[in-house]
């Protein structure tokens, strides 16, 4: 039993953040229908309404990664109007519609949110886009590279004056876009249980990877040691500590050190053979951000003497913070990953996909009572 069973969901068709924010209702019970347009998408149809399209030549169907567990209805909502009827008729009996396109779309199709309020009171429409439903920019084209840009945020990752280089399109799409944006329905489906009634959401993946930093922007005034203190790139978590940073090993893979607090530093320094001279005072003291280059160097060098794996055998009983950098085909075979069943193979595939996360866990009566 899954806290979203019997919650019908009408997913319009698009790329990235929706499908993605569909999948994580969907995995957690919600019935997901999927409105899919006839003809593969081409380049001469409405490809610039949808935010993050990239004129991809199949239909969204065939992106079947994110769009496990889902039921795919082929609807031509623009020119026929047996078909948009049909619509109307499933958001009559439907919770929650996820919106991909850019502002106005839905308009000039003739579903106005207010119109389908009226049609069914209690619909949550989740309308996610680049920029959101207002402002100057709200018809702007865009991608996840832009909204992480005017989020001030992408100017963070960066070392010392060199050229912001992005994650890839993990924040705006999914974690500013598609998980907030469920996030946001969840809030509604609760508001919902004492109102009786839907309403609107307004997801823009800009301001939601402008939330997502809150600790950011309160930290470059509160905290600015830690991250915004110095020259971007020479803080303490933005890549200038030595003990929070990623090292090359001989093997060409890397370890990821996170050991900020002191005795997780000494028990690195105990790895690498450094300790004994750091209590003798040979070595600089760990918050010498004067010394933090040379540092770097100095393990730097000492790191790539051994393989990635020695490294983590070598860690293995010391609480140093010290991981390995795993490569995605690595990933579903580490040991935390196998024991907590971390990655699945969804309707028989081959290809392994993270399990649905949070875990959910129920408790027994017997469990309750062995604990009283």
């Known amino acids: 039993m ?3 069973n ?15 924010c ?9 019935q997901v229908t999927v409105i899919d347009r006839p003809q593969p998408i081409s380049n001469n149809n409405d490809n610039d309404d949808n935010d993050n ?12 990664t994110i769009n496990r567990n889902k039921k795919f209805i082929y609807l031509d909502l623009k020119n026929n109007e047996e078909n948009k009827q049909s619509f109307l008729e499933l ?3 439907s919770d929650i ?9 839905l308009e000039r199709l003739n579903f106005d949110p207010i119109k389908l309020l009226t049609l069914n009171p209690k619909l949550i429409i989740a309308r996610l886009s680049g920029y959101g439903q207002t402002g100057p920019l709200a018809l702007t084209a865009g991608h996840d590279l832009n909204y992480l840009a005017i989020s001030g945020i992408l100017s963070l990752f960066r070392r010392n004056n060199d050229r912001p280089f992005f994650p890839i399109n993990l924040l705006a799409d999914f974690a500013g876009g598609g998980l907030l944006c469920a996030f946001g ?21 800009t301001e939601g990877v402008s939330y997502l930093a809150s600790f950011i922007y309160h930290a470059q005034y509160m905290l600015p040691s830690m991250v915004l203190g110095g020259t971007v790139g020479s803080n303490m978590l933005d890549g200038g500590a030595p003990f929070y940073n990623t090292y090359k090993t001989k093997d060409g893979k890397f370890i990821a050190v996170g050991a900020i607090e002191s005795q997780f530093y000494e028990n690195f320094l105990k790895g690498i053979g450094l300790f004994e001279i750091y209590e003798r005072g040979e070595l600089a003291h760990q918050m010498d951000t004067t010394e933090w280059i040379n540092l770097y160097d100095k393990f730097s060098k000492i790191i790539e003497s051994k393989t990635r794996d020695e490294w983590v055998n070598i860690f293995e009983n010391l609480e140093a913070c010290v991981t390995p950098v795993l490569e995605l085909n690595e990933v579903s075979n580490f ?3 196998k024991f907590r069943n971390s990655f699945t193979n969804f309707a028989n595939s081959k290809i392994l996909m993270p399990s649905p996360a949070p875990k959910l866990i129920n408790i027994n009566e017997n469990q309750i009572k062995s604990k009283l």
């Not at 399209?53 to 079947?64: A, G, V, W």
């Not at 519609?97 to 779309?105: I, K, N, Q, S």
């Open 335 to 337: 040991k935390q990953h």
């Open 91 to 93: 958001i009559k009996n």
């Open 2 to 4: 899954f806290g979203l």
């Open 53 to 64: 399209n990239d004129n991809n030549d199949k239909p969204i169907s065939d992106l079947h």
């Open 6 to 20: 019997n919650i019908k969901v009408i997913e319009l068709a698009g790329l990235a953040p929706v499908p993605f």
């Open 97 to 105: 519609l996820l919106d991909p396109f850019r502002p106005g779309v």
């Open 185 to 205: 329905i969840l809030v509604a489906l609760f508001e919902r249980e004492k109102t009786g009634k839907g309403k609107i959401i307004d997801c823009s993946m």
């Open 22 to 30: 569909g999948m994580l209702l969907s995995d957690f019970g919600a």
